[in-house]
């Protein structure tokens, strides 16, 4: 059974989060948040957090353990950009995008036969 958690609109690029998440699609859940706990990014921060919101809702609202998930999707979605401005010579303005993004992570419990590729 998979189980989703989701945070929206996170002052994070896509872009940078995407590196993060690439990094743990597949991994046992353990393993995922010992690796997370250790990278410096912003995106890791927030990868965690939803993580354990994922997490917590197996095992709260589904009666699974935390020994047998692993993460089995992990989408990083655009959301609206942010429109700043940056002023510049004789009062012309140069256009400046804050990024936005979606996360949505699906945690699984492994079947018996199945191994992840952790």
Do not use: C, W
């Not at 998440?21 to 990278?39: C, E, N, Q």
């Not at 950009?81 to 979606?102: E, T």
Request: proline share 3%; charged share 25%.
């Amino acid at each position: 059974m998979k189980v989703k958690a989701q945070a929206k609109y996170l002052r994070a690029a896509p872009r940078k989060v995407r590196q993060v998440a690439d990094l743990i699609r597949g991994m046992h859940v353990s393993k995922a948040l010992t690796t997370l706990s250790f990278l410096p990014n912003l995106g890791a921060k927030l990868i965690e957090k939803v993580l354990k919101s994922a997490v917590a809702n197996a095992k709260n609202n589904y009666k699974l353990g935390e020994d047998g998930l692993f993460v089995s999707e992990i989408l990083i979605d655009g959301a609206t950009s942010l429109k700043r401005i940056h002023p510049r010579a004789k009062g012309s303005a140069f256009p400046i995008l804050k990024r936005q993004s979606h996360i949505t992570i699906f945690v699984e419990e492994e079947k018996s036969g199945t191994k992840s590729t952790s």
